[in-house]
């Protein structure tokens, strides 16, 4: 039983005429419900590996699948839709959309599956008090603190209930006592979900969160182990 | 829906920079809304100026060969029961007058002068001769044939009395009371003569040198033509034209003012193509101000496309975002700049409108756009806009969601 697959992953960019390797040789298989950390240094891979596994971007060479679905041979419209259904997404930046409020920034992705009023309404209620937002729905983005923001992305992306969640640094614009609460909250969430975490950090504090851990060095994986 | 409401919030959200960007748009908007409310009205007064300069709205002859030499030449063309088409005629609704009118050459003399006069003729209570200084607000049931520089009109019981062009009479010599003898070549060779007194002088440009006016009574004496050659008829209002001509008897020819007044057809053709290539220059300067700022706009938003992106929004619902974005922008300042525009026009009718001179005489010339000034701004201008975002709109759907990620 398998969630994601990739089998010999490359990825180059091109600058000007030079050709930048970001990923090599990656081989990875995770399974549903996992934890996974990617850790390692700047532009080591983590973010990119992400962005492949997120399906935001493209493999230059290998082959991803997820969910049995073989990201390659998805077309772009099916690919956006692939991912409203089967993912979600936390930015170390928060990302939530300026012109919308904490419920609709929530609502979005239910909206993109034309999910019913009253249940996009009761789904999105029931998270925000989850991440304890409910008395903020009306706010916009901009009039919350960093962490409630950091709780309101982790509500939009598990609203969908997807079968993966990936975060890149979602701790990074945090201070420690609330990239913990961050951490300790996402956890609990992902584990009542039921879905499958893979983030990415360079702190060692964040990685702890993990059941197991892929460090990264140089666009590979370099160490894959289990964490207690 | 939800890309309307997103597009609308965030032009709110930029307010300033969403009014540097249509403030062009309704500057120029409002601008050619008071020139076209102000062209609107100049074009209305030239026109109802030529109905009223003796064309009439309608013309009704027997023969249509009438309308190519009979204005001067009226005998082969008598229209037989007259009397009892005009009733006929005036009774017709939106009808506001039928009359006849006639027309001769005569050489007119005065003791050793002489000259050639173009004589027309309409019942003295259908000619109007502005005269003093001022405003003038011409009637809208007369012809208004010129300003007077001297003497009278013509009276309704006035008989063999002229009203002569400024130019001929001096030429002649004559001055208001003084007589003159006008010789007429009938059918037949016939030479008819009669004396006139000139009842007044005006001045009209373009009829000054050889143009006269008599009653119609005495014209068709003098000319021995019992029925007129034409009945002309004043309409209350332009639109019912077509139906009053469409209810004429067969047989008759008709002509209506547009077919007369070529001059305004091709003025106000002339004028139309001149606002096209203004709302043209208006909109091609908003279709570059808005591409600019959507540009940047696109370019500064990238976290946000590529956060769409990734939480499964489609391409073509980001390009209808930005389109939106756009369209509504030039919504907005074709809603803003028209509606400047009709204050700005208000604000100048309340204040008497702008004038015009001619001599000692000056005209009002109020400025009212019409209704279709909104459609003709908002349509073209939302277009222009939603053109302005279209290439912004691509690019940023061109770009893959880890890019829009990585370059935000």
């Not at chain 1, 997120?54 to 060479?61: A, K, R």
């Not at chain 1, 201070?175 to 360079?202: C, P, Q, R, W």
């Not at chain 2, 300033?16 to 309704?26: D, G, H």
């Not at chain 2, 007044?200 to 003098?222: R, V």
């Amino acid at each position: 039983m398998e969630l994601i697959r990739i089998e010999n992953g490359q990825k180059h960019y091109q600058l000007e005429k030079a050709e930048i390797p970001a990923l090599e040789g990656i081989n990875l298989v995770i399974s549903p419900g996992e934890r996974v950390c990617l850790m390692g240094p700047s532009g080591s891979g983590k973010s990119t590996l992400l962005n492949i596994i997120g399906c935001v971007d493209t493999l230059s060479e290998g082959r991803i699948v997820i969910a049995g679905n073989d990201a390659s041979s998805l077309k772009d419209a099916q690919l956006s839709e692939f991912r409203n259904r089967t993912m979600g997404f936390v930015f170390q930046t928060f990302n939530l959309i300026p012109v919308l409020s904490v419920f609709e920034n929530v609502e979005y992705p239910l909206l993109l599956q034309r999910v019913p009023k009253t249940e996009r309404g009761a789904r999105v209620m029931e998270l925000l008090e989850r991440v304890g937002l409910k008395d903020f729905h009306r706010r916009g983005p901009e009039r919350l603190s960093g962490g409630q923001r950091q709780r309101e992305a982790i509500a939009r992306a598990l609203v969908t209930r997807p079968r993966l969640v990936i975060a890149d640094e979602p701790t990074a614009a945090l201070d420690h006592a609330t990239g913990k609460a961050i951490m300790e909250l996402m956890v609990e969430m992902n584990y009542s979900a039921g879905s499958t975490l893979v983030f990415a950090t360079h702190d060692p504090a964040v990685a702890r969160y993990a059941g197991r851990l892929l460090t990264m060095t140089d666009g590979r994986i370099v160490e894959d182990r289990e964490v207690a | 829906m939800k890309n309307i409401v997103m597009a609308w919030r965030s032009i709110l959200r930029h307010g300033r920079r969403t009014i540097v960007t249509v403030s062009a748009l309704v500057l120029g908007l409002a601008g050619l809304v008071v020139f076209q409310g102000f062209l609107g009205q100049m074009m209305q007064g030239f026109r109802d100026g030529m109905i009223l300069s003796g064309i009439g709205h309608l013309q009704v002859a027997a023969n249509a060969k009438y309308f190519v030499d009979g204005e001067f030449n009226p005998f082969p063309y008598s229209l037989a029961d007259s009397k009892a088409l005009s009733d006929s005629l005036a009774r017709e609704p939106g009808v506001m007058a039928v009359f006849p009118s006639t027309g001769f050459v005569a050489v007119a003399g005065i003791g050793d002068k002489s000259a050639t006069l173009l004589v027309k003729a309409y019942p003295p209570d259908r000619m109007y001769f502005s005269s003093g200084s001022g405003v003038v607000t011409p009637p809208s049931d007369k012809f208004n044939l010129g300003a007077l520089v001297a003497g009278a009109g013509l009276k309704t019981e006035d008989r063999d009395k002229l009203v002569v062009g400024e130019i001929a009479a001096r030429v002649l010599g004559a001055k208001v009371g003084d007589v003159l003898t006008l010789m007429a070549i009938l059918p037949g060779g016939n030479l008819e003569g009669r004396d006139f007194t000139v009842s007044g002088i005006f001045s009209s440009p373009g009829k000054d040198k050889s143009f006269a006016y008599t009653d119609y009574a005495t014209a068709s004496s003098f000319i021995r033509m019992p029925q007129p050659p034409v009945l002309i008829v004043l309409a209350r209002n332009i639109a019912s034209v077509p139906r009053i001509a469409q209810s004429l008897p067969a047989g008759l020819a008709h002509r209506t003012w547009r077919d007369l007044a070529t001059l305004f057809v091709q003025v106000s053709s002339i004028i139309g193509s001149f606002l096209t290539v203004i709302r043209l220059i208006i909109l091609l300067v908003t279709l570059f101000i808005l591409a600019n700022s959507m540009n940047r706009s696109v370019l500064e938003r990238m976290r946000e496309w590529g956060t769409l992106r990734a939480i499964g929004t489609k391409k073509r619902d980001i390009l209808s975002l930005i389109l939106w974005e756009g369209g509504l922008q030039g919504l907005l300042g074709a809603l803003a700049g028209t509606a400047l525009g009709f204050i700005i026009s208000w604000i100048i009718d309340a204040s008497g409108g702008l004038s015009y001179h001619s001599g000692a005489q000056s005209y009002a010339v109020m400025v009212r756009p019409g209704l279709d000034s909104v459609w003709l701004s908002v349509i073209p201008a939302v277009l222009t806009a939603g053109l302005a975002a279209l290439v912004p709109g691509i690019r940023a759907i061109r770009l893959t969601p880890s890019r829009c990620l990585r370059e935000a």
